[in-house]
C-alpha cells in the first residue's frame, strides 16, 4: 500500500519508524534485532535510508596511500523487500543524487518495481564527509526536483532510453523532505518554502520532516507552507536524543536546535543512561501534543536507539 493511502485512509495518527541499513559485513539479523521490538506497535511504514559511498585513504605495503571508495551502508532496496517479506509491512525505500548516476538510479527504481515496493523518498543527499559542498555526480542529479522528475517520468513509461517502446509504467508513491528549522543551504525560510513548494507541484505527495525538539516549529512550519499553498501531509520527523555529547553532534550533523530547556536538564544528567531518561520523556511529550495537534504520522527516527523510541510508542497506543 502507498503511504499515501495509509494517510488518506487513517482515523487515527499512525506510526512509522525510519532505519538505517545495518553496516557493510553485519548480517541479516543485525536488522531483525533492531526492529523485531518495535513490530508490535504495527507501524504502518518503515522507511529505509540510503547512503553513498565515502573517500577513505588506505595505506599500501610500500607506505603511500591510496584513495579508495568504500560504501558502508549499501542494501537499501534488499532491506525494503526483506521488511515487506517478514513482517507484511510497506516499506518506503530513500533514493539519494549523491553518488549516484541517472543510470544506476534507474536500475535502482527497476528493482523496486519488480519487487512490488511502490513508496520512494527522493533526497539530494550530503556533500561526503570530506567536502565542504554537495557536487552533483557525473550523469547524476543536482537537486531532490530532479530526481522526483526521473522518478514521475518511470511513473509516465519513460525511461531513460529514449527509444524504448511501450515500457511499464511504475507507480511509485514520492515522498520529499521539509526542513520545520529550513535547510542549512537555504539563503532564508521563504527561499527554502519556494522550492519545497516546487517539489510538491511536481508530484511529491507528501513530505517527511527534518527532526526538530520543540514542537513549536513543526507547528509553524506547517502554517507556513499551508500559506504558501503547500497542501500535502506534513509527517514529523522525531528522535530521542540519548547522549549528552548529541548536545552538540546534533545540531552540528542536522543543523536543528535543542531546546534550552531540554539542554539545561540533559546537562544536569550524571551518565548516558540519565540522558536516555530525559530524551525519552521529552519525546513522549512532543509525541502526545502532537497527536492533540492532529499530525497524520509520528514518523521516528530510531538510529540504533529502538529500545528508547518503544519505550515512547508504548505509551501512546
Ligand atoms: P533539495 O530539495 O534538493 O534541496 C537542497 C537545497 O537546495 C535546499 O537548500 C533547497 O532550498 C535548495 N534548492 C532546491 N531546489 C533548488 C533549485 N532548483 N535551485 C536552487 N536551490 C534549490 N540523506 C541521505 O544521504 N540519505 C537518506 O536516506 C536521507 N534521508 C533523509 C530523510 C529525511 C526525512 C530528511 C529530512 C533528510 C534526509 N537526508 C538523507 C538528508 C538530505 O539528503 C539532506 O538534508 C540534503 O542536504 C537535502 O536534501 P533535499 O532532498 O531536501 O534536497
Known sequence: MKVIDHLNSANKTLVSFEILPPLKGKGINA??????????????FINVTYHRSESMFKRKLDGTFDKVEVRKRPGTVGICAAIMNRYKVDAVAHLICGGFSKQETEDALIDLNFLGIDNVLVLRGDAPKNESFFEPEAGGHKYAIDLLQQVLNMNNGIYLEEDLKNAVKTNFCIGVAGYPEKHF??????TDLSFLKAKVDAGAEYITTQM???NKNYFDFVKACRAYSINVPIIPGLKPVSSRKQLNVIPRTFH?????ELSNEILKCK?????????TEWLLQQSKELIAGG????????????????????ELI
Do not use: C
Open 212 to 214: 526538530f525538539f520543540d
Open 256 to 260: 536543528v536546535d535543542i531546546p534550552e
Open 271 to 279: 551518565t548516558d543512561a540519565d540522558v536516555e531518561v530525559v530524551g
Open 185 to 190: 543551504e537555504s539563503p532564508n525560510m521563504q
Open 31 to 44: 536488522l531483525w534485532e533492531h526492529l523485531d521490538p518495535l513490530i508490535e506497535f504495527k507501524p504502518s
Open 295 to 314: 499530525v497524520p504520522v509520528l514518523h521516528y527516527y530510531t538510529l540504533g536507539k529502538q529500545h528508547l523510541v518503544a519505550n515512547v510508542v508504548k
